[in-house]
Protein backbone atom coordinates (compact mmCIF):
# COMPACT_ATOMS: atom_id res chain seq x y z
CA UNK A 1 0.00 0.00 0.00
CA UNK A 2 1.42 3.27 -0.76
CA UNK A 3 2.11 5.54 2.01
CA UNK A 4 3.61 9.04 2.85
CA UNK A 5 2.83 12.60 1.88
CA UNK A 6 1.30 12.50 -1.29
CA UNK A 7 0.53 8.86 -1.16
CA UNK A 8 -3.35 7.37 -1.39
CA UNK A 9 -3.02 7.15 2.79
CA UNK A 10 -1.19 10.67 3.42
CA UNK A 11 -3.24 13.10 5.36
CA UNK A 12 -4.83 13.47 9.04
CA UNK A 13 -7.44 10.78 8.74
CA UNK A 14 -5.61 8.12 7.76
CA UNK A 15 -5.79 6.03 11.05
CA UNK A 16 -9.66 6.46 10.42
CA UNK A 17 -9.99 5.63 7.06
CA UNK A 18 -7.84 2.71 7.78
CA UNK A 19 -10.69 1.79 10.35
CA UNK A 20 -13.74 2.08 8.31
CA UNK A 21 -11.93 0.39 5.36
CA UNK A 22 -10.73 -2.62 7.43
CA UNK A 23 -14.45 -3.34 9.28
CA UNK A 24 -15.80 -3.56 5.61
CA UNK A 25 -13.26 -5.55 4.34
CA UNK A 26 -13.75 -7.79 7.27
CA UNK A 27 -17.46 -8.19 6.78
CA UNK A 28 -17.33 -8.55 3.26
CA UNK A 29 -14.43 -11.48 3.45
CA UNK A 30 -16.41 -13.31 6.35
CA UNK A 31 -19.56 -12.82 4.27
CA UNK A 32 -18.15 -14.08 1.21
CA UNK A 33 -16.65 -16.56 2.55
CA UNK A 34 -19.24 -18.12 4.75
CA UNK A 35 -21.93 -18.19 1.59
CA UNK A 36 -18.92 -20.07 -0.30
CA UNK A 37 -19.05 -22.81 1.93
CA UNK A 38 -22.48 -23.01 3.29
CA UNK A 39 -23.54 -25.91 1.06
CA UNK A 40 -20.59 -27.97 2.72
CA UNK A 41 -20.46 -27.03 5.98
CA UNK A 42 -23.52 -27.27 8.47
CA UNK A 43 -22.59 -24.63 10.73
CA UNK A 44 -20.57 -21.96 9.01
CA UNK A 45 -23.42 -19.46 8.79
CA UNK A 46 -23.82 -19.79 12.80
CA UNK A 47 -19.95 -19.81 13.29
CA UNK A 48 -20.20 -16.33 10.92
CA UNK A 49 -22.74 -14.77 12.73
CA UNK A 50 -21.27 -14.72 15.89
CA UNK A 51 -17.88 -13.42 15.08
CA UNK A 52 -19.56 -10.45 13.28
CA UNK A 53 -22.10 -9.86 16.22
CA UNK A 54 -18.65 -10.33 18.56
CA UNK A 55 -16.93 -7.73 16.75
CA UNK A 56 -19.61 -5.49 17.67
CA UNK A 57 -19.49 -6.49 21.15
CA UNK A 58 -15.87 -5.53 21.21
CA UNK A 59 -16.13 -2.00 19.64
CA UNK A 60 -18.90 -1.88 21.95
CA UNK A 61 -16.12 -2.38 25.00
CA UNK A 62 -14.18 0.08 23.92
CA UNK A 63 -16.88 2.95 24.27
CA UNK A 64 -16.51 1.98 28.19
CA UNK A 65 -13.07 3.78 28.05
CA UNK A 66 -12.23 7.39 28.37
CA UNK A 67 -11.78 8.59 24.59
CA UNK A 68 -11.08 11.27 22.98
CA UNK A 69 -13.61 12.98 21.25
CA UNK A 70 -12.74 12.19 17.94
CA UNK A 71 -11.82 8.54 18.61
CA UNK A 72 -15.36 8.26 20.26
CA UNK A 73 -16.52 9.67 17.05
CA UNK A 74 -15.21 7.03 15.23
CA UNK A 75 -15.72 3.79 17.38
CA UNK A 76 -19.87 5.16 17.25
CA UNK A 77 -19.17 5.26 12.89
CA UNK A 78 -17.62 1.83 13.40
CA UNK A 79 -20.65 0.67 15.73
CA UNK A 80 -23.14 2.27 13.45
CA UNK A 81 -21.28 -0.22 10.27
CA UNK A 82 -21.23 -2.91 12.06
CA UNK A 83 -24.93 -2.95 13.63
CA UNK A 84 -25.64 -2.75 9.99
CA UNK A 85 -23.18 -5.48 9.30
CA UNK A 86 -24.66 -7.82 11.69
CA UNK A 87 -28.32 -6.98 10.65
CA UNK A 88 -27.82 -7.63 6.93
CA UNK A 89 -25.97 -11.09 7.98
CA UNK A 90 -28.62 -12.19 9.91
CA UNK A 91 -31.31 -11.50 7.04
CA UNK A 92 -29.25 -13.34 4.76
CA UNK A 93 -29.37 -16.58 6.90
CA UNK A 94 -32.85 -15.73 7.70
CA UNK A 95 -33.30 -15.85 4.12
CA UNK A 96 -31.08 -19.06 3.39
CA UNK A 97 -28.86 -17.51 0.84
CA UNK A 98 -26.55 -20.17 -0.31
CA UNK A 99 -25.12 -18.45 -2.88
CA UNK A 100 -22.40 -15.51 -3.55
CA UNK A 101 -23.94 -15.06 -6.71
CA UNK A 102 -27.54 -14.64 -4.64
CA UNK A 103 -28.85 -11.27 -5.26
CA UNK A 104 -29.44 -10.72 -1.64
CA UNK A 105 -25.83 -10.81 -0.81
CA UNK A 106 -25.20 -9.03 -4.77
CA UNK A 107 -27.29 -6.35 -3.51
CA UNK A 108 -24.98 -5.43 -1.02
CA UNK A 109 -22.21 -2.79 -0.67
CA UNK A 110 -18.64 -4.86 -0.56
CA UNK A 111 -15.48 -4.11 0.11
CA UNK A 112 -12.83 -5.99 -1.67
CA UNK A 113 -8.56 -5.68 -1.51
CA UNK A 114 -7.99 -6.70 -5.14
CA UNK A 115 -3.98 -7.77 -4.20
CA UNK A 116 -3.04 -8.31 -8.36
CA UNK A 117 -4.21 -5.08 -9.50
CA UNK A 118 -2.98 -3.66 -5.24
CA UNK A 119 -6.26 -1.45 -4.77
CA UNK A 120 -10.01 -1.46 -3.35
CA UNK A 121 -12.67 -2.33 -4.92
CA UNK A 122 -16.34 -1.41 -3.96
CA UNK A 123 -18.91 -3.48 -5.26
CA UNK A 124 -22.67 -3.34 -5.34
CA UNK A 125 -24.96 -5.57 -7.58
CA UNK A 126 -23.29 -5.70 -10.80
CA UNK A 127 -20.80 -2.33 -10.57
CA UNK A 128 -17.58 -1.90 -9.10
CA UNK A 129 -15.56 1.21 -8.33
CA UNK A 130 -12.09 1.15 -7.74
CA UNK A 131 -11.79 3.42 -3.94
CA UNK A 132 -10.86 6.79 -4.72
CA UNK A 133 -8.85 6.81 -1.04
CA UNK A 134 -10.89 10.22 -0.94
CA UNK A 135 -11.37 11.03 3.03
CA UNK A 136 -14.37 13.09 4.07
CA UNK A 137 -13.18 13.20 7.96
CA UNK A 138 -14.81 11.52 11.13
CA UNK A 139 -18.29 12.55 10.85
CA UNK A 140 -21.05 10.60 12.78
CA UNK A 141 -23.14 8.59 10.32
CA UNK A 142 -26.55 8.50 10.06
CA UNK A 143 -28.31 4.77 10.68
CA UNK A 144 -28.10 2.97 7.59
CA UNK A 145 -31.86 1.74 6.69
CA UNK A 146 -32.92 -0.63 4.05
CA UNK A 147 -33.93 2.70 2.23
CA UNK A 148 -30.48 3.90 2.86
CA UNK A 149 -29.40 0.26 1.08
CA UNK A 150 -31.82 0.80 -2.20
CA UNK A 151 -30.91 4.44 -2.04
CA UNK A 152 -26.69 2.93 -2.38
CA UNK A 153 -27.92 0.40 -5.07
CA UNK A 154 -29.85 2.94 -7.16
CA UNK A 155 -27.19 5.71 -7.13
CA UNK A 156 -24.24 2.84 -7.80
CA UNK A 157 -26.38 1.56 -10.61
CA UNK A 158 -27.18 5.33 -12.21
CA UNK A 159 -23.02 6.21 -11.69
CA UNK A 160 -22.20 2.38 -13.45
CA UNK A 161 -23.96 3.48 -16.43
CA UNK A 162 -22.42 6.99 -16.47
CA UNK A 163 -25.89 9.06 -15.21
CA UNK A 164 -26.59 10.47 -12.34
CA UNK A 165 -28.88 10.36 -9.56
CA UNK A 166 -31.17 12.76 -7.86
CA UNK A 167 -32.36 11.36 -4.02
CA UNK A 168 -35.66 13.30 -3.39
CA UNK A 169 -38.05 13.55 0.06
CA UNK A 170 -38.54 15.84 2.55
CA UNK A 171 -35.96 17.83 4.60
CA UNK A 172 -33.94 16.30 7.11
CA UNK A 173 -34.35 12.79 6.02
CA UNK A 174 -30.43 11.84 4.90
CA UNK A 175 -30.31 11.99 1.29
CA UNK A 176 -27.60 14.59 1.35
CA UNK A 177 -26.02 12.69 4.07
CA UNK A 178 -26.63 8.95 2.08
CA UNK A 179 -25.03 10.67 -1.17
CA UNK A 180 -22.02 11.61 0.59
CA UNK A 181 -21.26 8.48 2.01
CA UNK A 182 -22.01 6.35 -1.04
CA UNK A 183 -19.78 9.01 -2.45
CA UNK A 184 -17.03 8.77 -0.19
CA UNK A 185 -17.48 5.17 0.35
Not at 124 to 140: M, R, S, T
Not at 154 to 169: D, E, K, N
Request: with cysteine; proline share 3%.
Amino acid sequence: MAGGAGGRWGGGGAREQLCLLGIQFLWTRWSQEALGRVKTEKNVMAVTSKKVAGMLTELSVITTKDLKPLDRTNVETLITIQVHNRDIFDELVKKKVKDVSDFEWMKQLRTYWKPDIDDCIISIADVEFEYCYEYLGCKERLVITPLTDRCYITLSQAVGMYLGGYPAGPAGTGKTETTKVRCGV
